[in-house]
């Protein structure tokens, strides 16, 4: 069956750190991958979107990577800050449908 | 903003009663998604339009309808509610018409609460 994983459990990590998040999927072949953020109680803000031929994509503090031989995506936000804690979405396409799929997102706790 | 607008905000309601949800897209996105959110629960794609047209479907209920209008607004309508159906209810919207190409644009959702 078709599956998006995210790490279920919070990452917690100290300021001025690199926080990495995984997300991994199966049966899948999507042609792009989304990264959002969602703080609670309001809708999820996109962030990022990478294709399936770029291997690494940058905005500022962040940055996605995309593997699809591992089927993976990386997704790191460096010198995180208290106000990056949030939980973090990856969405891939259903290839050859409409529909974008969400994975269950990982919590993200920067300590100050 | 995302431009993406929902309402009613907040709405209680009590079993086997029925609501209707609204969302206007942004201005220019032909594409509307409707998704779910329970409690700790992520995101679940319950049905999408373009321009009029029903396009995709998730895991929705027979229960729940959707339609767009030539507008371009769209309803989700739930009937015989039950209290597992309380959730938050996002709308999205997207500018990339025909294909699933490209980012969405979240409301703020609607908070259903069924008592």
């Known amino acids: 069956s078709q599956k998006i994983e995210q790490n279920s459990e919070a990452l917690n990590i100290q300021e001025g750190k690199t926080a990495t998040l995984t997300c991994n999927y199966t049966?899948?072949?999507?042609?792009?991958l989304q990264w959002y953020r969602q703080d609670p109680g309001r809708g999820p803000v996109f962030l990022l979107l990478i294709r399936e031929n770029e291997k690494e994509k940058r905005k500022e503090r962040l940055k996605v990577t995309f593997d699809t031989t591992l089927k993976q995506s990386l997704f790191h936000i460096t010198a995180s800050q208290p106000a990056d804690s949030a939980t973090y979405l990856c969405?891939?396409?259903?290839?050859?449908?409409?529909?974008?799929?969400f994975g269950a997102g990982t919590r993200l706790f920067v300590k100050a | 903003d995302s431009g993406v607008t929902q309402t009613p905000k907040h709405l209680i309601t009590a079993t086997g009663q029925r609501v209707t949800l609204r969302c206007s897209p942004r201005s220019g996105d032909l594409s509307v998604y409707w998704y779910q959110q329970s409690l700790d629960q992520g995101l679940q794609f319950l049905i999408q339009?373009?321009?009029?047209?029903?396009?995709a479907k998730g895991n929705i209920l027979e229960r729940f309808s959707a339609q767009q209008f030539p507008d371009l607004h769209s309803e989700l309508n739930l009937s015989s509610l039950e209290l597992g159906d309380s959730a938050l209810y996002f709308c999205?919207?997207?500018?990339?018409?025909?294909?699933?190409?490209?980012?969405?644009?979240f409301g703020e959702g609607s908070r259903l609460t069924v008592l």
């Open positions: 339009y373009y321009n009029g047209e029903e396009r």
């Open positions: 999205a919207s997207s500018f990339k018409a025909l294909s699933n190409t490209g980012e969405l644009f």
């Open positions: 049966n899948y072949s999507p042609a792009y």
């Open positions: 969405a891939l396409d259903n290839t050859g449908g409409f529909k974008t799929i």
